[in-house]
């Protein structure tokens, strides 16, 4: 698996914005193949963090995603949606307990 944990700033004037093209990522993740699982969290104590945890069947899958056209487009935007660039951390699985929602 290549895992990665995505943490990201919202100009707090531009988080109605953010919010919807965040959520359009999700979808576009949710028809790719080559993705277990992406997920789009916002910090309740901090309204204006969002953290992603985005996980892909391995780099090549990671690098699918990144090309597509929808995908660029939505990055192409966080200039002006983000108040700092994106914290990326790559992660190593350690431990997953899964349950049936």
Do not use: K, N
């Not at 944990?5 to 707090?12: Q, S, T």
């Not at 963090?49 to 690098?63: G, H, I, N, P, T």
Request: glycine share 2%.
């Amino acid at each position: 698996m290549y895992i990665l944990m995505v943490e990201l700033h919202g100009r707090p004037e531009r988080l109605d914005e953010l919010e919807p093209v965040l959520r359009s990522l999700a979808a576009v993740a949710e028809t790719e193949p080559g993705i277990a699982c992406y997920a789009v969290q916002r910090c309740e104590d901090r309204p204006d963090v969002f953290l992603l945890c985005e996980w892909y069947r391995d780099e090549a899958a990671w690098e699918t995603h990144m090309a597509l056209d929808p995908v660029r487009e939505a990055l192409g935007r966080f200039d002006a949606l983000l108040a700092a660039p994106p914290v990326i951390t790559r992660c190593a699985s350690v431990a997953l307990a899964r349950r049936p929602a």
